[in-house]
């Protein structure tokens, strides 16, 4: 008999302890569905919106050094990346068709001369009777003809003796040289010189900024090149019109590069403001990248103790903080600790 209740003793309390042991796991199971978080409260405030873009440099005024008509190259007196001053000789060509041009010109005074003696003559037998109206007419023609084909010669040999010796129109850096002493010139420039006091960026801004932005308008410029070292510019023409690929419009940017260190296809990063405005910002923290895609996100807590899985589009990075553009109203909690056990809806104990 005693045997028999030190049995029933024993399961009664094996499961007594078993029922123990189940309300303890429940209970645990209870405090895993409601994760501990942490939250804050956020509030929009005014917000210094800038533009940032990215450009490479261009010459201010580029000009391509060629001949009129087709000819030897004799000499070629720069070589790409020299600086050249306006007027500076450049190019010289082969003079060979100069003397041909000369005696044409020649030929052509000598005519005129000629028939100015011929219709002085005509004029002055006219005068006493002895020749007629029709024949004086008919040499002032020639005269006219004559003067006409000296002052075409005169063109021609001025022609021939600017292209034979090639100058810079412009001061600048020699950026581009496609020949060589001893060729023929064909379709392409000689040389390309290109003016760099001033140089300047062509940006792209989208429909939204083009009220923003206008003519005048100081510029913060930076290049890869020169560090942190800022170059101040000015927005110096705004494009009237879209860019139907791009949807944008062109925005020029201009530079002094009085010292010349700012050159040609630089890559330049562009810093315009664009005014201010209101929006909320959160501390960095509390922003969730969804893995795999470039989403964002918030967890919002709402006042019946679950969270929100807000989708958030990112302004500008502000310390340890972001701009929100959208996805957060002002005044709204959001979880800044505890993200990597949440989902949308599920029910969270805030910490204290």
Same mark, same amino acid.
């Given at each position: 008999m005693n045997k028999i209740f030190l049995t029933s003793a024993a399961f $009664?309390? *094996?499961? *007594? @302890? $078993?029922? =123990? @042991? =189940? #309300? +303890? %796991?429940?209970? %645990?199971?209870?405090?895993?569905?409601?994760?501990?978080? +942490?939250?804050?409260? /956020?509030? #929009? &405030?005014?917000?210094?919106?800038?533009?940032?873009?990215? $450009?490479?440099v261009e010459p201010e005024l580029i000009n391509n050094i060629s001949s009129s008509a087709p000819n030897r190259i004799k000499q070629i007196l720069v070589d790409e990346g020299m600086r050249v001053s306006a007027g500076q000789k450049l190019v010289v060509m082969d003079d060979v068709n100069t003397t041909s041009y000369q005696l044409q010109l020649d030929n052509a005074k000598a005519n005129l001369k000629n028939i100015e003696v011929d219709y002085n003559r005509a004029l002055e037998l006219f005068k006493i009777g002895g020749g007629t109206k029709q024949q004086v007419d008919q040499m002032e023609t020639q005269l006219i003809n004559a003067k006409n084909a000296v002052a075409s010669a005169q063109r021609a040999l001025r022609n021939i003796t600017e292209n034979t010796v090639l100058t810079s129109p412009i001061s600048g850096v020699v950026t581009v040289r496609n020949y060589d002493p001893g060729d023929m010139t064909g379709s392409l420039p000689i040389l390309t010189v290109a003016r760099t006091q001033p140089v300047k960026i062509v940006i792209n801004i989208s429909e939204s900024e083009l009220s923003k932005v206008r003519r005048e308008m100081p510029a913060i410029v930076t290049f890869d090149t020169y560090g942190d070292e800022i170059f101040n510019g000015t927005v110096t023409l705004v494009s009237p019109t879209i860019d139907q $690929? =791009? &949807?944008?419009?062109? /925005?020029?940017?201009?530079?002094?590069?009085? #010292?010349? &260190?700012?050159?040609?296809?630089?890559? @330049? &990063? /562009? %810093? *315009? =403001? *664009?005014?201010?405005a209101r929006r909320v910002v959160v501390p960095d923290k509390a922003v969730v990248k969804q893995t795999g895609s470039g989403n964002h996100y918030v967890y919002v807590y709402n006042p019946d103790g679950t969270v929100s899985y807000n989708k958030v589009e990112l302004g500008q990075r502000l310390g340890d903080s972001y701009e929100l553009i959208s996805g957060v109203e002002p005044g709204a909690t959001v979880v800044v600790s505890g993200q990597s056990r949440l989902a949308n809806g599920m029910k969270v104990t805030v910490s204290k």
């Open positions: $009664a309390l *094996l499961l *007594l @302890g $078993a029922c =123990s @042991g =189940s #309300d +303890k %796991e429940n209970s %645990e199971t209870q405090k895993e569905a409601a994760p501990v978080v +942490k939250t804050m409260q /956020v509030n #929009d &405030r005014e917000v210094n919106q800038i533009g940032n873009y990215t $450009a490479t $690929a =791009s &949807r944008t419009f062109g /925005v020029e940017v201009t530079l002094p590069n009085s #010292d010349n &260190r700012i050159l040609p296809g630089m890559f @330049g &990063r /562009v %810093e *315009l =403001s *664009l005014g201010t």
